[in-house]
């Protein structure tokens, strides 16, 4: 049995790029994702981060990474991970502040981690078909997901990077 594809409503910069790097990316325009962070109150370490559980019917479904998609005409990196982060993960805007960003760029296509942490409380959900499950996840815990390739490959460096955007 297959699992059902949801429709959805596509938006301008939506599509498939042939990079030029030997795969495709989704994102006409580039893509942005979110890496929001929780600190520890007591110890002033990262706590947790919000990850998605892609949905099985998605690009690597069934792994873990960050919420996050297509950049549409016009939009920043920021503007865009901060709305598909509301889109799939129901985070609220007013609850992240932005630290900066980490830009993985292959020339044809680039894809920006949008670094931020979480200034008011609050939990993460489903709140699309494109995930599974939606959670914050301990930051020592991250590396033992089935995480999505180049967000395991990019983990390490983005985990440090984050915690250097909150001191600086």
């Known amino acids: 049995m297959t699992e059902h594809v949801p429709h959805h409503h ?11 790097c030997g795969r495709r990316h989704w994102g006409l325009l580039g893509a942005a994702g979110l890496l929001l962070g929780r600190w520890d ?6 706590d947790a981060v919000v990850l998605q559980h892609r949905a099985l019917w998605s690009d690597h479904g ?7 998609g297509a950049r549409a005409p016009g939009e920043s990196a920021a503007d865009a991970a901060l709305r598909e982060a509301h889109e ?12 900066g960003t980490h830009l ?7 894809y920006t981690t949008v670094l931020a942490e979480a200034v008011t409380a609050f939990e993460p959900a489903v709140t699309d078909a494109e995930s599974l499950e939606v959670r914050w ?6 590396a033992a997901l ?20 909150r001191t600086a």
Not at 88 to 99: I, M, N, S, W, Y
């Open 88 to 99: 799939e993960a129901g985070v609220p805007a007013r609850a992240v502040r932005v630290l």
């Open 137 to 142: 996840v301990p930051a020592a815990e991250v």
């Open 146 to 165: 089935p995480l999505l390739p180049a967000f395991a490959d990019a983990w390490p460096a983005l985990r440090t990077r984050l915690a250097t955007a």
């Open 41 to 46: 109150a007591a110890t002033g370490s990262l």
């Open 62 to 68: 069934g792994t873990w990474g960050l919420p996050g």
């Open 10 to 20: 596509r938006l301008p910069g939506d599509g498939w790029v042939e990079c030029a």
């Open 104 to 110: 993985l760029d292959h020339g044809t296509w680039s």
